[in-house]
């Protein structure tokens, strides 16, 4: 079956450092990557959507050079989160979407929590 | 822009009894794609339900919803509580708008089920 896996699961990162996080598909080849964030007491929010054969996009609050993407081939991609402050702190979800209709489906991992001391 | 409401934050329940988790949205295409996800802890969010088709019942694992654009509504529902189903609960609509396929999500319901 199609599975998201996000490493780590968990991470502390010291205020004003950056930390990595990866999403990888197994079982299928997305095509497309959706970042989302939840903070504390709040829903998901999109950060970015990355398509096959397009330029990664960022919702608005959101920047390339707070949150830079890679997305190298269609089962990984990557996020760091430059800067770290306490506004950062959350819930950071993977989803990958296989097709490119909007009734596809989208599988989520579980999640990289990100606590910022 | 376009958004999800639900009321609820948390809704308890006495296994057994009917479950109804209210969903409401809005948005400025009439091509809606409607989704309720279900989040366990230290899980992924696993998707439960979905429809795009005006007034047509679908159902999956015990929930239904159907889909209602008169009143731009999705609510969940199930005939009978069950202690598994305590979980969070995300509505969520498909945006077709400039940013491409991405979901909106309301802020979710925590449904606990009690004995």
């Known amino acids: 079956g199609a599975l998201v896996y996000q490493y780590p699961r968990r991470t502390i990162c010291k205020s004003g450092t950056s930390m990595r996080m990866e999403c990888q598909a197994v079982?299928?080849?997305?095509?497309?990557v959706a970042w989302y964030r939840q903070s504390p007491q709040k829903t998901f929010e999109l950060i970015a959507l990355s398509t096959v054969n397009s330029a990664i996009k960022y919702e608005q609050n959101f920047t390339q050079e707070k949150f830079p993407i890679s997305h190298p081939n269609l089962s990984f991609s990557s996020m760091t989160v430059l800067n770290a402050y306490l506004e950062d702190r959350g819930l950071y979800l993977c989803?990958?979407?296989?097709?490119?209709?909007?009734?596809?489906?989208?599988?989520f991992g579980p999640g990289t929590r990100l606590t910022v001391l | 822009g376009d958004s999800v409401t639900q009321k609820e934050g948390l809704v308890t329940l006495t296994e057994g009894l009917p479950v109804m988790l209210n969903c409401t949205y809005q948005?400025?295409?009439?091509?809606?794609?409607l989704f309720w996800y279900v989040h366990y802890l230290n899980e992924s969010p696993r998707l439960l339900l979905k429809?795009?088709?005006?007034?047509k019942r679908t159902e999956h694992q015990g929930f239904h919803a159907t889909l209602h654009k008169s009143s731009s509504s999705f609510h969940l529902q199930k005939s009978s509580a069950q202690l598994s189903d305590s979980a969070l609960y995300y509505c969520?609509?498909?945006?077709?708008?400039?940013?491409?396929?991405?979901?909106?999500f309301g802020i979710g319901t925590l449904l606990s089920v009690k004995p």
């Open positions: 429809s795009s088709t005006d007034n």
């Open positions: 079982g299928f080849q997305a095509t497309s």
């Open positions: 989803g990958a979407r296989l097709g490119g209709r909007d009734y596809a489906e989208q599988f």
């Open positions: 948005t400025i295409y009439s091509n809606a794609f």
């Open positions: 969520a609509l498909s945006d077709r708008g400039s940013s491409g396929n991405k979901l909106i």
